[in-house]
């Protein structure tokens, strides 16, 4: 029964990154390259159990979350102005961009399934978040998120087992093909999908969920958490295999109701409602989170789960994403401009969490060892990569210069990211 509270408790940071932005990301990924990056969703997997059993181990060897350790570990000067306003800025800036995502892809659900007016509907859905963010602690939040991940799985996996998908094709890509870099298209999708999945609010909300956990069973729980998750994200890639043309929400629930059916689409809208939901809620909670880590106290009567400063932190996340829900926006573009903004500011909240695992004083035994640094630079390495190639290419589009050969950029990339990160590693111990 334990295990299985563990697994109910972790099933949040599954249901925290598939959202709209995981639906928009893999099935644009699909349309695209067909199942040619699936490589992307098993490594973002494998970074996300890497980095959240770090924010997790920490919350559990210490009692703190995430934030509340940055917060002490640079308590004044320049270090502490850089993690306030670079880490800080940048998760609740994140939530605040994943939040208007998720309330525009799941009202675009719900209006697949459900024949009513978009205002109406993303006034509903804003609503249903708030009151399940009322609901209690974050613990009690987390558990509710359960459900939701049970019908966003069941609804796009019975789609993606419904189209019979070619064996071959899904195995090769399993494998990364290295003129991924010379494809614009490729990098965005590859890019977003790490984003989508390694997402840097979710390394403060596994912290605070972590607290008071037994190490065994969280990485039990992490595990098969993630696990489910990787399988239905690959589930939603394999789904946008079936458009023919340029991903949206609309087309996509067209094209499946032709092929499969009128179920199809209405299972679509289903899931697609509970991803947008269930991130709905977890964004403005983990916004809050931070924010209580890095200016307020866990034991402070306001920044409490029913403190004003805690509740006005997620209400303004959540009003965000009810204003960007209410504006005559589309929802894909938005969703994968997100997705790349976090993709490419995930280098610097690992390399925060990097130093800290490292920090011998306040870890003792269970600090880093040299496996786990190992998973945390080659997670570093590749993160730095894909970040900083994006960048370099905006800027080359912006200022009209050439970029170099990928043969030669990506790995100085990797290799920046991985001496970035051994030089933090060595200064923490």
């Known amino acids: 029964m334990r295990r299985i509270g563990s697994i109910l408790l972790w099933s949040a940071i599954a249901a925290a990154f598939i959202g709209p932005g995981t639906v928009a990301a893999a ?18 997997g494998i970074a996300t159990f890497a980095l959240q059993e770090f924010a997790g181990r920490l919350a559990v060897a210490t009692d703190q979350d995430l934030a509340t350790v940055l917060r002490r570990r640079y308590p004044t000067g320049f270090a502490r102005a850089a993690t306030v306003l670079l880490v800080g ?19 675009a659900g719900t209006m697949l399934a459900l024949d009513l007016p978009r205002d109406v509907v993303t006034v509903i859905l804003a609503l249903a978040a708030g009151s399940l963010l009322l609901a209690g602690s974050p613990q009690v939040v987390a558990r509710l998120m359960a459900i939701f991940v049970a019908l966003m799985g069941a609804g796009f996996l019975a789609v993606a087992v419904s189209l019979s998908p070619p064996l071959g094709p899904v195995l090769a890509g399993l494998v990364p093909n290295p003129g991924f870099a010379d494809d614009p298209a490729a990098l965005l999708g590859v890019l977003a999908l790490v984003g989508t999945t390694v997402v840097p609010y979710n390394l403060f909300l596994g912290a605070a969920l972590a607290r008071g956990q037994n190490l065994r069973e969280m990485r039990f729980g992490l595990a098969v958490s993630i696990g489910i998750g990787v399988l239905i ?31 199809a689409r209405t299972g679509f809208g289903i899931g697609l409602l509970a991803a947008g939901i269930s991130s709905a809620v977890t964004a403005p909670l983990a916004a809050a989170l931070t924010a209580r880590g890095l200016f307020g106290a866990a034991d402070a009567p306001e920044w409490g789960a029913s403190g ?20 005559d926006i589309r929802p894909a573009p938005a969703i994968l401009a997100a997705q790349a903004f976090n993709g490419a500011l995930l280098p610097l909240v690992a390399l925060f969490l990097l130093a800290a695992m490292n920090d011998d004083a306040l870890l003792g035994e269970n600090a880093n060892g040299l496996a786990a640094n190992g998973f945390g630079l080659l997670v570093l390495g590749v993160a730095t990569m894909l ?28 290799v920046l990211g991985v001496f970035m990160g051994r030089a933090v590693t060595r200064r923490a111990r």
Not at 27 to 44: D, M, P, V, Y
Not at 396 to 411: T, Y
């Open 27 to 44: 099935a644009s990924a699909g349309a695209g390259t067909g199942t040619a990056l699936l490589w992307a969703i098993l490594f973002s």
């Open 387 to 414: 970040g900083l190639t994006a960048v370099a290419r905006v800027a080359g589009s912006i200022f009209g210069f050439e970029l170099p050969d990928p043969g030669l950029m990506l790995p100085a990339f990797a």
């Open 89 to 107: 800025g940048a998760v609740l800036l994140g939530c605040a961009a994943y939040e208007a995502g998720n309330i525009l892809g799941g009202a």
């Open 233 to 263: 994200t690959s589930a939603i890639l394999i789904v946008g295999t079936a458009l023919a043309d340029a991903f949206s929400f609309e087309a996509l629930g067209d094209t499946l109701a032709s092929e499969l059916g009128a179920w």
């Open 308 to 327: 004003w400063r805690f509740r006005s932190v997620w209400l303004a996340v959540l009003g965000i994403g009810l204003v960007f829900g209410l504006a």
